[in-house]
């Protein structure tokens, strides 16, 4: 028998493959983007579709445009879909398999009902709620998770519909980088060939200086001036101590378990703070239960549980609820203790693949091939790297995740088949959500390796000394337009790197201005503001919501656009690793 080798002619990447001009060649580049923004902005088309429809283009473009073969044209698809499955979705998937098997088995309730007891102030319960839990559910679930819970557990506690979503849609910002076990950095590192501690450095130098000013602000947007004068205290030690844990743990331990560090060090500095000054007004805990006037369902984040409305003021005081609801049940420490055990866990198990040996043998357990029929030469005549796939499947976050939801079913007594039934309703809940990211994930792989990405980059780079500034602002585009800090660095990652090294700036500083500058586009994407409106009762009002906080996504996103070009010069280049 002979064995037959086919050896495919390599495609060479040329950015000005339109009529010779890189002009010609970075406008045509934009139509696929222009199609997912167009279609999701104006015509409100489903994210699903509009990303499909932004691949066809994508791919239309590479073989019309760029002249790359239709054969490798549909493989780099393949290859951006099977990333985007496997690492992104993976963790996405079973992350959130674990907080639903705590929502099945009521054990989330019970962590509701603990947080509210902790203080009857709202001021700190924002604090704690909307900022610390909902920086660890980002960190744990992220993809718009958050959002819904947090402000589900606000109007538990009598806050205000329209103030609820506000103050988790801002919250939703300074741990959204890093957040889903680390999955839009560890795309950005992906997508742009860097180096992901590398990365991850950068990021970490930019986004814990948005965190030290967020939770002050969910204190003015509570109570005003007065809250501000009244309650400075938590809101700073949060803001520090998220700060501090988010550099230290995304410079010197672990992109993933970045966030869940920082806010759970936020959450007992905070707590502890409380415990040392307890006769402060910020402080004040209440002595009788609150009465039930929401809750949390089997249906998970964004469902129909939990749209109890509250009254009440939203200044400090005891939380009131509904007349004649009935009153909340009283926990045991040991149902307590099994509803933080979970985030226990997760912790655990990351700590311990973080150990030196350990961590060496389950990063050589990895899956890596180069995609066969797949031949792609840079302008360079190099081989690029959008024909490599490379998986240390049993050290990745879902993985991991995996584990610590097997050992998190057996402690709280969830039978096999149970807990395989809530991982099928989850995957089947995130359905639309998976074609999204594998779309976006293929279009982004068409684009970076037809060179319509680097035609597109490198037109930016002649912005020069000014895309310091420029650069978050389209992370902050794109992640407003797709929902998904992900879906931007996928989108734009490499094309900030190209740009940077056309003009002279550090490839890894732009790369992680876009991630940085996409966190604040969150609370903006229409898929955010319908979760959000949604979890609390308030559908077809996302309009109203959307003014409400474009205000202050703009105030952050000119700061960080100062502080990036900044760091861009020598004046804050110290900074950067």
Excluded at 256 to 276: K, M, N, Q, Y
Excluded at 530 to 545: D, P
């Amino acid at each position: 028998m002979v064995s037959v080798v086919l050896q495919v002619p390599p495609y060479q990447q040329d950015p000005q493959a339109v009529a010779g001009s890189l002009v010609a060649s970075a406008l045509v580049s934009v139509l696929p983007l222009a199609t997912v923004f167009v279609l999701l902005g104006v015509f409100r088309l489903k994210a699903q579709w509009a990303a499909l429809s932004g691949l066809v283009v994508a791919l239309v473009v590479a073989v019309a445009g760029f002249a790359m073969p239709v054969g490798q044209s549909l493989l780099a698809a393949a290859h951006g879909a099977f990333f985007g499955l496997f690492p992104i979705l993976w963790i996405v998937v079973n992350a959130l398999w674990v907080y639903n098997m705590t929502v099945a088995t009521g054990h989330f309730d019970v962590l509701r009902r603990s947080f509210g007891s902790l203080t009857s102030d709202r001021r700190t319960q924002a604090i704690l709620i909307a900022f610390c839990f909902g920086a660890l559910l980002e960190a744990l679930a992220g993809f718009g998770a958050p959002v819904a819970i947090t402000a589900v557990m606000l109007i538990a506690l009598g806050f205000d519909k329209l103030k609820a979503a506000v103050l988790a849609l801002v919250a939703n910002t300074a741990p959204v980088a890093f957040g889903a076990m680390g999955v839009p950095v560890i795309t950005l590192a992906q997508v742009t060939a860097l180096p992901l501690d590398q990365v991850a450095s950068v990021v970490g130098r930019q986004t814990p200086l948005l965190a030290l000013f967020v939770p002050l602000l969910l204190v003015f947007l509570v109570d005003g001036t007065r809250g501000i004068r009244e309650a400075w205290p938590p809101a700073v030690v949060a803001g520090v101590v998220f700060a501090l844990g988010q550099f230290a743990t995304s410079n010197f331990v672990s992109v993933e378990l970045t966030d869940i560090v920082a806010s759970l060090a936020a959450a007992l500095a905070v707590v502890g703070l409380a415990r040392l000054q307890p006769h402060a007004v910020w402080a004040a805990r209440r002595t009788t239960p609150v009465a039930a006037v929401a809750g949390t369902g089997d249906g998970g984040p964004g469902g129909d549980a939990g749209r109890g409305g509250a009254g009440g003021s939203d200044g400090p005081g005891t939380s009131g609820g509904a007349d004649g609801a009935e009153r909340e049940p009283q926990d045991s420490p040991r149902d307590v203790r099994l509803a933080y055990l979970p985030y226990v866990v997760i912790v655990a198990v990351f700590a311990v693949a973080q150990i030196p040996g350990l961590k060496g043998a389950l990063d050589s357990l990895k899956l890596a091939f180069t995609v066969p029929g797949l031949n792609v030469l840079t302008p360079q005549g190099r081989p690029s790297s959008t024909m490599s796939y490379s998986l240390t499947w049993l050290s990745t976050a879902g993985t991991l995740m995996v584990i610590a939801g097997v050992i998190v079913a057996v402690l709280l007594r969830v039978g096999a088949a149970r807990a395989l039934r809530v991982w099928g309703r989850t995957v089947y809940d995130l359905r639309w959500a998976i074609v999204t990211v594998a779309a976006v994930l293929a279009l982004a792989y068409v684009m970076n390796a037809s060179a319509q990405t680097t035609a597109i980059g490198l037109l930016i780079a002649g912005a020069g000394a000014a895309l310091g500034f420029l650069s978050p602002v389209l992370g902050w585009f794109a992640t407003a337009v797709t929902g998904s800090d992900t879906s931007a660095n996928a989108l734009f990652g490499s094309l900030q790197v190209t740009a940077a090294n056309g003009a002279g700036l550090p490839p890894e500083l732009l790369a992680a201005a876009n991630s940085s500058g996409g966190v604040l586009g969150k609370m903006l994407s229409p898929q955010n503001l319908t979760i959000a409106c949604v979890a609390v009762g308030l559908e077809g009002q996302e309009g109203t919501l959307l003014r409400r906080v474009l205000g202050w996504s703009l105030a952050m996103l000119v700061v960080l656009s100062a502080l990036i070009a900044l760091q861009a010069t020598p004046v804050l280049g110290w900074m950067l690793p």
